[in-house]
């Protein structure tokens, strides 16, 4: 019996991790336009919301993994921190608008030292990783005990009727808010990566595990964001 593959399957593996780089790097120039329009500019205070939950001293070390074009890194600096962003899309890098020093690199392998950060944040990108253990390992492993991280993600609200209307927003109309400002193919692929995503107490769970036991889960803006901060013990 032969079975015809789902239309537009998601990539997984090393196909994951390429198609995840060559997608960034297309979309990076507009990027950031984007994503204010699509969010209506929320985007910002979501990204200033982890930054406040870290709750870090002036001058801490905060590493911001998966930086894209640096938004964290900019309001991580804003709020007295001194960040370092990691991403491995060329293109989003060059498109980054951030005086924090930006580091070309795979976040599952930092080239940081052992418990050599006071903090970690990550915006959006955990449905974008193709080992999301093997990421949260690395996080336990840079973030010095009693170390702060905030991770920042999309969510689906758990009130059905929420759930009904953002569902229709972004499977119908974020898709064509990207399609007239950026790249088709990219917004088309954003609000089904969301599958990849562990269920929420799983997830919730993973990071406890990984070392963050005190971690707890924010919904943002009627749950369609998430937000995880938790404590390296
Ligand atoms: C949706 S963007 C988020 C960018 C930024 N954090 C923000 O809040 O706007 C996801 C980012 O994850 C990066 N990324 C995906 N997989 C990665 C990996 N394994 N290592 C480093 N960066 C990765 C992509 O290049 C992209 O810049």
């Not at 507009?30 to 699509?38: E, F, G, T």
């Not at 080239?111 to 990108?125: E, R, Y």
């Not at 840079?142 to 929420?162: F, M, N, T, W, Y």
Request: glycine share 10%; with cysteine; hydrophobic share 45%.
């Amino acid at each position: 019996m032969t079975r015809t593959p789902p239309p537009e399957a998601l990539p997984q593996g090393s196909d994951k991790a390429r198609a995840v780089r060559a997608m960034f790097d297309a979309v990076a120039p507009r990027y950031d336009l984007v994503n204010r329009v699509m969010t209506f500019g929320l985007d910002r205070r979501w990204r200033r919301l982890t930054v406040a939950a870290l709750d870090l001293p002036a001058g801490s070390t905060v590493a911001d993994l998966a930086c894209g074009t640096g938004d964290l890194c900019a309001d991580l600096a804003g709020a007295g921190l001194t960040p370092i962003g990691f991403d491995l899309s060329a293109g989003m890098l060059a498109a980054a608008h951030t005086t924090a020093p930006l580091v070309r690199a795979d976040v599952v392998s930092l080239p940081l030292p052992a418990a050599s950060v006071d903090g970690a944040t990550c915006g959006f990108a955990l449905r974008n990783l193709v080992d999301l253990r093997a990421f949260l390992a690395e996080l336990a492993r840079i973030v010095r005990p009693g170390g702060r991280i905030g991770l920042l993600e999309v969510a689906e609200p758990s009130h059905p009727a929420l759930r009904l209307g953002h569902r229709f927003y972004f499977t119908r109309v974020v898709p064509r808010i990207g399609a007239a400002l950026s790249d088709a193919t990219a917004y088309r692929y954003l609000p089904r990566s969301v599958v990849y995503l562990p269920p929420v107490d799983v997830l919730v769970g993973a990071v406890a595990e990984a070392g963050f036991p005190d971690v707890h889960r924010r919904a943002l803006s009627g749950g369609i964001v998430q937000l995880l901060v938790g404590t390296r013990s």
